[in-house]
Structure formats: structure tokens, C-alpha cells
């Protein structure tokens, strides 16, 4: 089976080449460190932890998060909160796992440029993954809301689990604030408006992410 993989795979390549496609652009990844002990692997959805340095292809650092004195950061994997080299770059890492990412233009920031970064520059970053958690569109926090395993989630399910996440970050009882933006979690989510959210509508990976 394997060799029948890389025989398709070859002849898709000798395809590509013989009406002059050019190939996608690639992350380079290098795998600098990785735990013994692996619990769990980023996925997109996933809220990721990070600190970071940033080099110029001449070796000059233009960004240190440690060296910056600046806290780690967090993001959301997979739906352009940060540049896309680091969307594709950092898949399937663990926890204290440490990556090198050689990033090209087109996954970076391109021909524009932005701030002290040139336009057309390819990019290095040394990454540390310091945590994972379940991110607000995952799989996970869907069934931590599905209080009644419905696969599906009410009204009456979406205001708990806010009002939840209101007690676990020390802000004060609000159901007004809290009925409102339960109210703007459906109007958001129920794409059918039948008045509840499914586990598709919750958890699907629009095109534009």
C-alpha cells in the first residue's frame, strides 16, 4: 500500500511538472526538541501558548518574546489570527516542543510587507509550545457545553456555559451581559435558525479560515 501511495504521488508531481505548475510554497520544519511525554497535539481549533524569535535571512533578529521581557502568546491555530507559515508550521506539536520554521514570503507577509518587516522576505522563527487548550471552536468545548449529549446546544445550554466561563475568570454575575451574548452567539452560529446549534455548525472550518 505504501508504495502504491508514493507511485500516485509521483505520477501527480510529473503531472504538475509537465504543464508547468509551479509547486505550492512550503514551511520548512525542523523538530529542535520534542518531549518524551506527549499527552496531546495541536489541531486546528486548538489555543496554543507560545513564545518566540523572529531572523531575517541574514541571521538578524527582528523579534524576542523572552528577550522582550514580553509574556508568551496565545492564538488560535488555524484561523489567521497569525500569519499562515505558523497555521501550516505548527500542526501536530506537543507541549514544551521546540520547532524551527523557515517561512517564504507567500506565508509571511508577503509583498507588502508590514512594520520593520521588508516586503518579499522569508522569515525564521524559533518556536516553543508552552501550552494547549481547547479552543472556543473545538470538538471539546462542544461537548463540555452538550450538557444532554444532543449534539446539539439550546439557548438554556449556551447561557450556562457562559455564565460557567464567567465564574472561572473572577467576573462578577451579569445575566443581562450574559443573556445577550448568548442571544449573539445564536444569531451568529444557528446558521438554519431552527434554534439550535449543531455539532456541525459549531465546529465547521469555514473556507475563509
Not at 489541531?43 to 523579534?63: A, P, R, S, W
Not at 491555530?77 to 500569519?83: C, F, Y
Not at 471552536?137 to 457562559?162: A, C, G, I, P, T
Request: proline share 5%; aromatic share 12%; hydrophobic share 35%.
Amino acid at each position: 500500500m505504501f508504495m502504491v501511495v508514493l507511485s500516485l504521488i509521483g505520477s501527480v508531481m510529473l503531472a504538475s511538472v509537465c504543464i508547468g505548475k509551479l509547486p505550492e510554497p512550503e514551511v520548512n520544519i525542523e523538530v529542535l526538541h520534542r518531549p518524551f511525554i506527549c499527552h496531546r497535539k495541536s489541531k486546528y481549533g486548538d489555543m496554543l501558548l507560545v513564545h518566540h524569535d523572529g531572523y531575517f535571512e541574514n541571521g538578524t533578529i527582528f523579534y524576542s518574546s523572552r528577550r522582550n521581557n514580553e509574556q508568551a502568546m496565545w492564538f488560535t491555530l488555524g484561523i489567521r489570527e497569525v500569519i499562515k507559515g505558523w497555521d501550516l508550521g505548527l500542526q501536530d506539536m506537543c507541549a514544551g516542543e521546540k520547532r524551527k520554521l523557515v517561512i517564504p514570503p507567500s506565508l509571511a507577509y508577503g509583498k507588502e510587507g508590514k512594520g520593520k518587516i521588508p516586503p518579499e522576505s522569508t522569515l525564521t522563527f524559533m518556536v516553543e509550545l508552552m501550552e494547549i487548550r481547547n479552543g472556543p471552536r473545538s470538538h471539546e468545548s462542544f461537548q463540555e457545553m452538550d450538557l444532554n449529549d444532543d449534539w446539539r446546544l439550546s439557548k438554556f445550554e449556551v447561557k450556562q456555559y457562559v455564565k460557567k466561563e464567567f465564574e472561572r475568570y473572577g467576573y462578577p454575575p451579569n445575566d443581562t451581559l450574559q443573556e445577550n451574548m448568548a442571544a449573539d452567539i445564536f444569531e451568529k452560529e444557528d446558521k438554519n435558525k431552527d434554534g439550535f446549534i449543531s455539532s456541525r455548525e459549531f465546529t465547521y472550518k469555514h473556507d475563509e479560515l
